[in-house]
């Protein structure tokens, strides 16, 4: 289960901003391979599942890593359409378990909590960009209309 650490009042956000971008700072210096983007991606898409649970659910806190990884997908999708893989590969990433490496280099600094059963395999290969970023863009055949074909009569396509 990730979570940022707190609720955080509204007159604390920029103290917070400042402790999330000491936090990226010191982990994009210490690991360069995601993007500094990336990271304020997965935040935003952390507080989008959070907001969209406690709609759903009226439940709020806490949300497995499967969930999380439900809510980046749903949000990618409406933050970048189809260009969410190019988006992503700009950053670094290239795959679920990309996620989960972040999350857990937040969870290092102090800034997501998890509980004792929240690992990383939690982030491996939960669905591929391809079909979670690409397929729902691609165009579906359309039907050839019928064509009516007399059996006494010549092709066509002879004469």
């Known amino acids: 289960m990730l979570c940022l650490r707190a609720p955080i009042p509204r007159r604390y956000l920029h103290m917070d901003h400042s402790k999330f971008e000491a936090a990226l700072t010191e982990i994009t210096e210490r690991e360069p391979r995601y993007d500094r983007a990336a990271y304020h991606f997965l935040r935003e898409a952390l507080d989008f599942t959070l907001k969209e649970r406690k709609k759903a659910t009226g439940q709020s806190g806490h949300v497995s890593g499967h969930h999380l990884l439900d809510g980046i997908r749903r949000y990618a999708l409406k933050q970048f359409g189809p260009m969410v893989v190019t988006v992503f590969e700009h950053w670094g990433l290239s795959s679920t378990e990309d996620f989960g490496r972040m999350v857990f280099a937040l969870v290092d600094a102090a800034i997501f909590s998890k509980t004792d059963e929240d690992s990383l395999e939690d982030f491996k290969g939960a669905y591929s960009f391809e079909d979670a970023f690409v397929t729902p863009f691609v165009p579906m ?9 007399t059996v006494d009569s010549p092709a066509r396509e002879l004469n």
């Open 141 to 149: 055949p359309r039907a050839m209309p019928a064509r009516r074909i």
